[in-house]
């Protein structure tokens, strides 16, 4: 289970990040008081707009960042005095993480098995699985760099799952695939669910949302506004889809007394 409770960064801005964002501040809270909570045998999807703090949030869950205030537990760790163990249990993948250019996704499958103390025999028997999974084999033994953008992708999502880990974190997974690739992407995710997983998935295509999540929270100016399954948010919001529901938040939301 992930337990984030009361999550607030806050960050310093230097001159020319204050230049950039028109502001006199040199402060900037990107995530500002957030719960969240996400159990076994659920896809729980984090929508926002660009900038809203989603990133940021998962990245504090993923042990990537040290939370200003407030508190998170993966599987009963705390991701800040016990972020090992944290990272034991989790796959976390964001766009901006890439594999080496320079080496096969063999070569990289292998070596971070062996970072997570997996035997020869358990990489091979992972690795087996997984690249069947997403279409990999065939290419396995490329380097990187000579790949396509939707089967680096795949190769990234392989390699982030060597470990069989509890917990799968992925910002934006689909972002730039095409719709053959992002649904090889969905299908997986859904069966990591079914295995009785905890997924939490970023994504700022609301139809993806809609199919994908069990529940959602809404991200907007690094407060979440609104948590639910797809029926409770259009429900409360009385929006017609996903994408009315969120742009009605938006409206009411995206003030400068919320900033």
């Known amino acids: 289970m992930i337990q984030v409770n009361n999550l607030t960064k806050v960050y310093k801005l230097s001159k020319k990040q204050m230049a950039e964002q028109k502001t006199k501040k040199n402060m900037k809270k990107a995530v500002d008081n957030v719960d969240i909570k ?6 729980y999807g984090l929508l926002g707009p660009n900038g809203a703090g989603k990133t940021t949030t998962l990245r504090c869950i993923a042990t990537l960042l040290k939370p200003t205030e407030g508190d998170i537990s993966v599987c009963g760790l705390d991701t800040v005095t016990q972020s090992e163990g944290v990272r034991n249990k989790i796959a976390f993948l964001t766009n901006e993480i890439k594999l080496d250019p320079q080496f096969s996704p063999t070569y990289m499958f292998r070596f971070f098995g062996r970072l997570h103390g997996l035997t020869e025999a358990q990489i091979n028997e992972r690795m087996k699985v997984l690249f069947e999974q997403f279409g990999i084999t065939d290419f396995k033994d490329k380097k990187i760099d000579e790949l396509s953008t939707g089967m680096k992708q795949k190769a990234a ?17 689909t972002n730039g695939l095409d719709i053959v690739t992002a649904r090889t992407v969905t299908d997986y995710l859904k069966e990591l669910r079914a295995q009785g997983k905890v997924v939490i998935v970023s994504t700022h295509i609301m139809t993806e949302a809609e199919k ?16 639910g399954t797809l ?29």
């Not at 996400?38 to 896809?43: D, F, K, L, N, T």
């Not at 994908?212 to 948590?227: F, S």
Request: include cysteine; hydrophobic fraction near 40%.
């Open 38 to 43: 996400a159990v076994p045998g659920e896809i």
């Open 157 to 173: 999502i392989a390699v982030s799952l060597v470990h069989d880990p509890e917990v799968v974190i992925f910002d934006e997974p």
């Open 212 to 227: 994908l999540c069990d529940r959602i929270g809404i991200i907007i100016n690094g407060q979440k506004v609104m948590e």
């Open 231 to 259: 029926s409770q948010i259009l429900t409360e919001t009385q929006g017609e889809d996903l994408e009315d529901a969120f742009f009605r938040l938006y409206e009411k939301y995206n003030t400068e007394e919320v900033r």
